[in-house]
């Protein structure tokens, strides 16, 4: 996966960055995560290491069956870790405009 993201990088293609956190070093992109789970490899977005352990790391605090299976459970489990880590970033956004806007 790496070797992907350089070689875009490198034939100024595109600029691959992370879904929630917009991090854009290659050595930190850790790949695309598979947001609706395995049993889907269709449905990914790519994140940096820190974000992709934050969201596996709540899907795996789940009995195994939850995670075997994808049950509502899982789902509700991995929405909210998307919605955390989504909502964190907004609200860092906001301040720093809110700084800007005041020009400091």
């Not at 070093?25 to 940096?48: R, V």
């Not at 299976?69 to 789902?75: C, K, P, Q, R, V």
């Not at 909210?80 to 700084?99: D, M, P, S, Y």
């Amino acid at each position: 996966m790496k070797k992907e993201i350089y070689r875009n990088i490198l034939d100024g293609n595109t600029r691959p960055c992370c879904f929630y956190c917009e991090e854009d070093h290659p050595a930190a992109l850790d790949g695309y995560h598979h947001y609706e789970g395995k049993l889907y490899p269709d449905d990914e977005i790519l994140t940096c290491k820190n974000c992709h352990a934050k969201i596996t790391s709540d899907q795996n605090n789940l009995p195994t069956k939850s995670r075997a299976t994808h049950d509502e459970a899982y789902y509700l489990v991995t929405i909210g870790a998307h919605l955390e880590t989504i909502g964190k970033n907004l609200k860092e956004c906001g301040f720093v405009r809110a700084e800007n806007d005041r020009g400091y």
